[in-house]
Nanobody
Framework: QVQLAESGGGLVQTGGSLRLSCVASGDIFSIYGMGWERQTPGNQRELVAVISNDGKTNYAGFVKGRFTISRGNSKDTVYLQMTELSPEDTGVYFC???????????????WGRGTQVTVSS
């Protein structure tokens, strides 16, 4: 099992920045990738960014170079640096970890409880 705990959300003005953090615990050595998803008001949850253990990243189109995902040295932490925030970025941001167990053909995703990001106009 993997547990995820996010932090760093809050209230920021349009154009401001926030840095989200997520710490994984439990069977962290089975994690092969981590990322962030978000749920904005009235919309389904969507992927924001992902990063693999070897550092490969992928971003949603709406990020447009404003966000940067990174991993900590110990690989149990993932960050999301967000800049040029707009009210459209308001929502709950969830940390995600993807786990693979040797001998098991399936991947197992885990999510944290989320952290609220509110961008005022």
């Amino acid at each position: 099992q993997v547990q995820l705990a996010e932090s760093g959300g809050g209230l920021v003005q349009t154009g401001g920045s926030l840095r989200l953090s997520c710490v994984a615990s439990g069977d962290i050595f089975s994690i092969y990738g981590m990322g962030w998803e978000r749920q904005t008001p009235g919309n389904q949850r969507e992927l924001v960014a992902v990063i693999s253990n070897d550092g490969k990243t992928n971003y949603a189109g709406f990020v447009k170079g404003r966000f940067t995902i990174s991993r900590g040295n110990s690989k149990d932490t993932v960050y999301l640096q967000m800049t040029e925030l707009s009210p459209e970025d308001t929502g709950v941001y969830f940390c995600r970890a993807d786990r693979k167990i040797p001998g098991d053909p399936y991947d197992y995703p885990y999510w944290g409880r989320g952290t609220q990001v509110t961008v005022s106009s």
